[in-house]
């Protein structure tokens, strides 16, 4: 027993050692070749103070192991291309050049040997233009459709020139130059943490372990797939509302991104969706009306559940009889708002979120129902009558016009044509015509006709 209980943790320690970490390069491999290409350019510290001392070693020696980590994690990956912008490295700290700043290997396929030969020549010796830099990278990614723009910035300290790394990042991030950087300070401070934590996601790295751990963050975030599902809340939270469309947005850039169809999977819950963990997003559901949320985040390497509040209900409408409009529909609005949010045909049935709505029924007359209520899994009927024909007949040229009675006043329903014939579809009810012949110039000669309209009948009025 003894021998089996060492052979035992001989091979837990074994794949520990050596299986486990293979696995994970390989889970991240396979993740990294499911998604589009992935630009990254290390922009890398080489200014004066990056000789001081850290941790039994000078920062600047840090920083090397780092970016020669990173570039080598980084070229296992397909899909993958690295550039490197290099700031501090040309002019001395005597003088003070807040241009100092270029790009020593530009983007290509399988340049990692470049990029390593270049990184370990370098000699810290001036200022760090970080904003300056940032300015600059815009130039070094190429103008390409579809590519993942990313930016990691090795430094050891503040910004020493004009320019604010902040502004200047965020705006070139709703640009859509690149995604939002990952900053990884050596030797910072509270306070180096504070200035950039706005410009990207910060990382410290002031001892040896911490930079181990950042290298392996920052390669997992860069290309680790990340999984979600959007689960469509009705009132019980319950995620069943589903078969509507979705418009996926960057959240910083306010591009679209993706269109898709919600739908159960399988196992009948909401299917997973693979989405970039470097972006915010913005997510309308296509309900009537959409429904939004807004700077989403998704946490790396996780299946995220992405909850939206959508419950819906179902508006019905009727018109009875054989009816006699060719199309008749109903303008649809939220209570007490202002934009139509539909106009929906008679004899059909259609899903909105539940809540009050106003609607106008474009029929003759308009037909206004306020604070129609739709419940959650329920459908609201709303039925007119079958309408009736009007078949007007004229022998002279007449200014006329039809009204009703309501509520004690006279409301214009409709205008008569100049035409001697005409035929109107009305819905059923009592009518005034007023009207006058158009050469008469006196007003007393106005005439009233009061007539009724009833369903699936023909009412005549002969002028």
């Known amino acids: 027993m003894p021998h089996n209980r060492n052979m035992h943790k001989t091979f837990v320690h074994y794949m520990k050692t050596f299986i486990l970490p293979i696995l994970l390069l390989l889970a991240l491999e396979g993740a990294a070749q499911t998604t589009q290409k992935t630009r990254i350019l290390i922009i890398f510290d080489a200014s004066g103070s990056m000789t001081s001392t850290l941790d039994k070693s000078t920062r600047i020696q840090v920083a090397k192991r780092m970016a020669l980590k990173m570039i080598d994690s980084f070229s296992s990956f397909k899909n993958v291309e690295l550039a490197l912008r290099v700031y501090g490295h040309q002019k001395t700290v005597d003088q003070k050049d807040c241009k100092d700043s270029r790009l020593e290997v530009p983007f290509s396929p399988n340049n990692h040997i470049i990029l390593k030969k270049k990184v370990n020549s370098l000699i810290p010796k001036g200022w760090t233009p970080i904003a300056y830099s940032l300015q600059e990278s815009e130039k070094d990614f190429p103008q390409e459709a579809g590519v993942r723009n990313l930016i990691i910035i090795i430094t050891d300290g503040l910004e020493e020139c004009t320019g604010d790394p902040c502004a200047i990042s965020q705006a070139l991030q709703k640009k859509g130059i690149f995604l939002k950087p990952f900053i990884v300070g050596i030797g910072s401070t509270d306070q180096f943490k504070l200035s950039f934590n706005c410009a990207g996601t910060y990382y410290d790295a002031n001892t040896e372990k911490d930079f181990n751990n950042v290298v392996g963050v920052v390669i997992s975030q860069a290309m680790n797939a990340t999984s979600c599902q959007i689960n469509l809340l009705d009132k019980q939270i319950r995620p069943i509302e589903t078969d509507v469309a979705m418009s996926i947005y960057d959240a910083n850039t306010k591009k679209l991104l993706h269109n898709f169809d919600h739908t159960m999977n399988g196992r009948g819950v909401p299917d997973t969706l693979f989405l970039d963990p470097m972006r915010k997003y913005d997510i309308v559901v296509h ?176 002028l």
């Not at 939004?292 to 419950?311: R, W, Y």
């Not at 474009?362 to 009558?385: C, F, G, H, W």
């Open 287 to 462: 309900t009537m009306p959409p429904v939004t949320k807004s700077n989403v985040e998704l946490v790396v390497g996780k299946h995220n559940i992405i909850a939206i509040d959508v419950p819906q209900g179902n508006i019905e409408l009727i018109s009875k009889g054989l009816t006699n409009y060719l199309e008749v529909k109903a303008v649809v609005k939220v209570h007490k708002k202002s934009k139509t949010i539909n106009a929906q045909t008679f004899n059909t049935n259609k899903r909105y979120i539940t809540g009050a709505y106003d609607l106008e029924i474009l029929t003759t007359p308009r037909i206004y129902m306020d604070s129609v209520v739709v419940d959650q899994n329920k459908t609201t009927e709303i039925t007119i009558a079958q309408p009736g024909r009007l078949q007007i007949n004229k022998k002279r040229d007449l200014v006329a016009a039809i009204y009703q009675m309501q509520n004690g006043k006279v409301e214009w329903v409709c205008d008569i044509s100049d035409a001697f014939f005409q035929t109107i579809i009305m819905q059923p009810g009592k009518y005034i015509l007023i009207a006058r012949s158009k050469p008469e110039t006196r007003t007393i000669y106005t005439f009233e006709k009061e007539f009724i309209i009833t369903s699936a009948t023909t009412s005549e009025l002969n």
